[in-house]
Structures are given as structure tokens and as C-alpha cells.
């Protein structure tokens, strides 16, 4: 027995975007089906960062992601959120694989947005507005890109020069540096900032829209104008983690919006316990926060792929 | 950058006991004067058995280990338990090694067995008592005679082949393979089972034996008769941690003990915020469920010997 240690370059490698999403869409499924067994995540917050425990298993998979979020270390040259991911066989707890989970992570942000607007945006959306264009946008634009015929992608940020970046990152697109209005205009908009107040306003979104609500993912975190959580369908990815870190936390806190709102998980909506989008003109939001079986269903589907290769393996354990 | 791989096998040869003692006992310090971060435990419990990830932050070290308990494995040959330990540099969060965390765990419970002893039993301690002498035991026995000198252990365990077997594994050691009483008559007495009612009743005990209850690590499981803890000095590591999986938690969950009833911490022992044995002829108990401090801190110290030779090293991140 050994244990396969899979770098970020070797992983990169092996992410294929219509891959993720299916794993990942399955995830939602087995979860829902009670499959899956998820506690919640759980924090160790230090003086200049913090680190997330994040452990599920899932039918054939189990295992931990331990990520952390450094907000000064990009100024140390090093990425403010570095992850590692141990995978396990769940029958007799044998470590398969010690794997880099940054990149997973950046998938399954995106994947997971695009599969909540599988269901929840209109068929013949043609158009992806992007508020921020940090790191995380890259991902939400290909995951998108694989399951919708986009036709422009409309970027804003408060940073021009994380606009340009983004822009010459995707030349296989048509793009619109412009406005958050314009962004606001498209008819998928995904939220992917670090706000702690409403960025995107009520006004500025049409009937009909679906909003992934993705930067939100800790307490006192917001991108949405409360009065968009109150005419929306809203989705959440964990009830208990939206309530908590996601978009709606500070609108509840603040009593401006109640949990018994939301009309359903995205996996009750994946696995067709509640439909989807089901009129035209509604708005709907996806209130992600991002859940543990997310990385432990994409480092099964690297896994598989690894084991078809020669990678390193040590006998760790 | 490039985080450190350490096998089982390199683990094991930079492991010395005196070191380790040396290391868990000022984490515990540590913890009490506030200078360390652990959330609770986190259980992923499946079919054949589960998983726990046990995150923690001490000065200069932050990480996170990630156990199995897999009962039935020994019939396929492998460990009930392997365990995986990230290391990460509080500062950035940068992994800085990815190591076996099966041997730190088996030294972690020794060494804090003997920490517990060095401050609750006699100071002039001659012998051990081993009770249940299974994997758990062996660390026990060398981790006290760093700090007593041991003229004798008495080993006990249901299954003969387990006393021969662990009294062949320490030839350095005068030994005797007897009955429960005899190793209930120790100056020094360590419970090692997996036991889900007393084994070691209150008539067995004479005054002035520490105990560790060292087996008692989920809720239901217990080795003590609750009569001793009523008239014995109880230390626990972990309140919250003691209260609902360690040895009391099955007296209190029947209303024969109470929380209230503690005497205090290992931590405001070592730390002196609390006096250890003040009396000869007091019965003392240790109520060990393991906290992941300890093992941060023996990973800590790992790292350190690791770095100052040639080892197995990968960009993983």
C-alpha cells in the first residue's frame, strides 16, 4: 500500500471543467439521498489569517480539506489561500492520496455556480456579468462556459487593473469591461468579491436574472441589497452555513431577511426533489459557501485519473 | 517553498520520548496561558468505521491531523488507526510538511500519561500497572519510565497472547504477567482498554495510586468503576472534550458524577495555576481523550530534527 502525493501542477493537469461539474453535480445528488456525511467545517481563526477544516465522505470517498486564508500573503508573494486535501478510502481509512487542493478549490467554486445555474438561470442565458475579478472569477467564467452557449462576459471590479488581467486571461471570449451596471445587466451575474456591504443593488438587476452570491463566506460578509434576498428565489448550497457565513447572514442578523425564506438546497433542486427555475421573469439566487464534498467528490475524479498514471507514491502511514 | 514529506518510518526514528514529554508538556502550558487555538474534534462517522479531524494552532505551528478508527482492519491486515498530519506556518498558512501521524499519536498518549503522573503521582513511584496491553500500552510504559524509576510493570489484559506479547516488546523491564489486582496494585496505574463498562473496580485500588484512564475516548466507553472517581482527585484534559467521549462522560450521562466535580486541567497543573498530589495517601485520576495540541506540537518539533537532514521534499502547493 502507498499513498500517491499529488502536487498543483499535477493536479491542474488532470481538472477538466465538464468532469468537475458532473462530480460535483453527483455530490449535491448523494448528499440530498443522505449518502454523504458532512460536520460542519471547522475554524482555527490566528492573528494574521485563519485555517478551515473541511471533512466529508462520500459513497466510495472520504476525507479532509485543510485550507487556510491569508490576506496579507500576497504581499510575501504567496497566495492568500493555500490548501491540502488528504483522501481516504472510506472502508478501512487508508490515506490513497495527499493532493494540492488549491486548484480543486477554484473549480469547485465555479463548477458549483455553474450546475446552481443549470437549474436556476434561463435556458438561453447568453450573457455572464462578473462582479470582482479576482482570482475566483476565472473559474466561474469556464464553468459557465461549458454548460451555457455565452455569447459576452461583462466584468467589473473596483480594480481596472484586475479587469484588464481577467479580460487577456479569457481571449476565447468575447468581453465588456464596464460597469457594475452592465455586469448587473447579463443574464447570469455572479458576485465575487470580499464585500461587507451591498455591491450589487436591487435596481440594478432585471426581472428574470440569476445571481451566484459567491463572495460571501464568513460573517459580516454581504454582495446583495437585502431587498434582492426579499423578491428572489433564494438557493443555498447548506442551510446552515448560509445562516451563518453566507450571503444571508447579515440580512438575518440584522432581521432583514428570515431563514424559512429560502426556498430550498441546491441539492434538493439537483436531485428533483423541488424544480428549478419555473417562470421567466423570477430572479434567483444561489447562496454559496462552499461545502466539503464539493473537494472530496473533485479529488475522487483526480484520484481515479492519477492511479491511470505514474505519479509519486510514498508509503506514508 | 516545498512542503516536506515524512514517512512513517522517518517519523518513528526522529521520535524520543523524553523530547516529546518535553514538548506536549509545554503546549499544555501553553493552551492554558491562551497562546494556543483548538476547536472541538470533528467525527465523520461511516459503516466500518470513522474519521476525525483534530485542528490546532500553537506558538510558531498550526495544523491539523486527520485519524481514522477502522475496527475491523487488523483482519486485513492493516492498522485500526493511521493518521495524516498537515503542518502549516501560522504566519502564511503554508503547508510545511505532510507526515505520518500514526506513531505521533501512540507517543502523544504516552507522553501525556506521564506528564499527568509527573505532577499527580507519587513522586517516588516504583511501579506501573498496565491494564489492557494492546497497541496504547508499549507508549504508556516508556513514556513513564522517562520520569519514574520503574522497578516493576505489571501488565494485565483479557487475552494472554496480548500480555506476552507487549512483556516480550520490553526486555529493558522487569515484568509480571499477572491478574488484574496485581496490576490494579501499582503505585502508577494506566487503563488501556476498549472497554464500555468498569473493568477496574474501587476495592482494587489501593490509596495513593494515580491513575490514567487513558481508553475512554467516545461517549458509552468507560473503565473506571464510578465509586473511584467519587473519591479520587480528577483531572481531565479537555473539559468540554472529558464531559461528553472520556471516562466520566458515561457516570455523568447516569447522574453518578458531575463536571462540577473536576479538579481542574492537565494544563493548570503543568502551568502550576493549580497544585499537583498534595497528599501521600489521595487517589489521583488522569481522564485522557487526547487533544490535538499534542499532536501539533510533537509534528512541531518533527519538523524541526526534519529539516536538519535530507528528506523527501515536493512544491505541493
Redesign the interface.
Known sequence: ?A?L?L???IVRDMLQMDEVIKAVEQAFCDWTDGKA????K????????D?R?M???LPGA???K?V???PG?PA?G??T????L?L?D??????LA?M?A?EITAYRTGATSAIASKYLARKDSQTLGVIGAGKQAYTQIIAHAALFKLQEIRIYDINPANMERLAKSIPQFKTVIGTIEQAAASDIVCTVTPARAPVLKSVMVHPGTHINAIGADAPGKEELEPDLLKKAVVVVDDLRQASSSGEINVPIAKGLYSASEIYSTLGEVTSGKKPGRTDPQTITIFDSTGVAIEDIAIAQLVYGKAMMGEH?S????
Chains 1, 2 share one sequence.
Not at 456525511?37 to 460542519?40: A, L, V
Not at 482555527?44 to 489569517?49: F, S, T
Not at 472510506?90 to 490515506?95: I, L, M, Q
Open positions: 500500500m499513498t502525493i502536487t498543483k501542477e456525511t458532512m460536520p460542519s471547522s475554524y482555527v481563526r490566528l492573528e494574521k489569517g485555517f477544516a471533512p466529508a465522505a472520504a476525507g479532509v485543510w487556510n486564508v491569508h500573503n510575501q504567496l497566495p489561500v493555500m490548501a491540502v488528504i481516504n472510506p472502508a478501512t481509512g487508508y490515506p495527499v494540492d488549491t509519486l510514498v508509503e506514508l502511514v
